[in-house]
Structures are given as structure tokens and as C-alpha cells.
């Protein structure tokens, strides 16, 4: 199994560019959770989808950020504009929503930005 | 609203010494309760979890943890440290509707030579 697979792991921009971060979810998962991790505020989520339907943005920080899930097996998130205080490392999660394990949250390895 | 405490941003601890890492949460319904592992540059890898039954939880790499409702804690142990075991560690709990996590700020496990 290849796990949540995240592109790109590094990212580096410049302030006002528009900045995508992909996510491919473990294959049969169903449900995909994006993350924020910073210094300052620790691990925040920002939304999450069920059957490719968002079901909570409460988190998205401000109307720069958006985030779409086309189909199963593939989510963006976007920023655009893009500021420097978006700097912080960018988590994926899956989990399934009927069988084992369906409490269970798998991790990608994160993408990190960084906004000049 | 549920909330997770972890007392404690960061231990230092010898190799071969026990460990615990401390973590409280408040929630007014039943909750599940989770730790995860951090690696440098890595993403979060589930060492243990509770969802019910026995409150001793046994996770990979010779952590456990103890479900202590009373006390509303879930603290992490690992009897004998090794210094691969450095990390961050979070402890993060879970409403059973919906399994969004909330987590910790994360504890600094540093084990030294």
C-alpha cells in the first residue's frame, strides 16, 4: 500500500503567488482530512470530506484558502493570494469510512511551504 | 467542546529509562483517544489507540497507555527508552460522530546518551 501520497514536499513562493498542494489519498479511503502545522499553533485542521463532499471548513483560516476534491483519489488546497504568515508544513489524511479501522487517521508526509 | 492537554513540551530522558508523556482532555460525551508519532520531517504515524474495552492500550514499539476516565487522562509509557524513540509525540482525542481529532501541542521526546 503506498499510503497518502503529498506533492509537492517542498515548496518555496513568493508573497502574492498562487500555491496548490496535492494529496492522493490511501486507494478504498473515502473520507480526507488537511491539516496545518506551525510553531505557533500546532496541528490545526482546516477541513475535511466525506465521499468527496466537504462536510467542515470552520478551519479554513480565510477566503484564500480553498480546497476541492474532484474524485476519490485526488484533493488540492489552495492559497491565492499567498503571505508569508502561510509558511508551515501542510498535512494529508485519509481513513475509511466503513470496514476496520475506520477511526483511524493515515498521515501523509506533508508538503512544506515556505512564502517569501 | 472537547480540548487535549499535554502538559509537558518537551522531556529529556537517558536511554534504557522509563518514559511517560502526559496528556488530559475534556469532553462532556465519550471520546477515543489516540497518540501519534512525529519523526523529523516526517508525517504522523499511530503508535496506540482507545476506542473501548480494556484501558491498558498496547501500541508498536513497546509504548502503552493507560485510559484513566476518572482522572480524564491518557498518558503514554514506554518502560525502557532507546534513542530512536526521539520524536514528538501527540496525543489527540476524537469525537466517535465525527472523527475529527483534535490534538495536542505535541510533547518533545528527546533521549540521550
Known amino acids: 500500500d503506498a499510503g497518502v501520497i503529498q506533492s509537492p514536499r517542498h515548496e518555496v513562493t513568493e508573497m502574492g503567488q498562487e500555491v496548490t498542494l496535492r494529496c492522493k489519498p490511501i486507494?478504498?479511503?473515502?473520507?480526507l482530512f488537511w491539516y496545518r502545522q506551525t510553531m505557533m499553533r500546532g496541528l490545526e485542521l482546516l477541513i475535511y470530506?466525506?465521499?468527496?463532499?466537504?462536510?467542515?471548513d470552520s478551519g479554513m483560516p480565510e477566503d484564500r484558502f480553498s480546497a476541492k476534491m474532484p474524485n476519490a483519489s485526488f484533493s488540492t488546497l489552495k492559497i491565492q493570494p499567498s503571505e508569508p504568515r502561510d509558511s508551515a508544513v501542510y498535512f494529508c489524511?485519509?481513513?475509511?469510512?466503513?470496514?476496520?479501522?475506520?477511526?483511524?487517521?493515515?498521515f501523509g508526509p506533508g508538503t512544506r511551504l515556505t512564502v517569501l | 467542546a472537547q480540548s487535549v492537554t499535554q502538559l509537558d513540551s518537551q522531556v529529556p530522558v537517558f536511554e534504557e529509562a522509563p518514559v511517560e508523556l502526559r496528556c488530559n482532555y475534556s469532553?462532556?460525551?465519550?471520546?477515543?483517544l489516540f497518540w501519534y508519532v512525529q519523526y523529523p520531517n516526517q508525517g504522523l504515524q499511530l503508535l496506540l489507540k482507545?476506542?473501548?474495552?480494556?484501558?491498558l492500550v498496547k501500541g508498536i514499539n513497546g509504548f502503552e497507555a493507560e485510559f484513566n476516565k476518572s482522572q480524564t487522562s491518557f498518558h503514554l509509557r514506554k518502560p525502557s527508552v532507546h534513542i530512536s524513540d526521539t520524536a514528538e509525540y501527540f496525543c489527540?482525542?476524537?469525537?466517535?460522530?465525527?472523527?475529527?481529532?483534535?490534538f495536542g501541542t505535541g510533547t518533545r521526546l528527546k533521549v540521550l546518551a
Open positions: 489524511a485519509s481513513r475509511s469510512l466503513a470496514g476496520a479501522s475506520t477511526d483511524t487517521q493515515y
Open positions: 486507494s478504498g479511503h473515502n473520507s
Open positions: 470530506f466525506n465521499n468527496n463532499v466537504p462536510i467542515d
Open positions: 469532553s462532556s460525551v465519550s471520546v477515543y
Open positions: 482507545y476506542l473501548s474495552g480494556s484501558t
Open positions: 489527540a482525542v476524537s469525537d466517535p460522530g465525527t472523527y475529527k481529532y483534535i
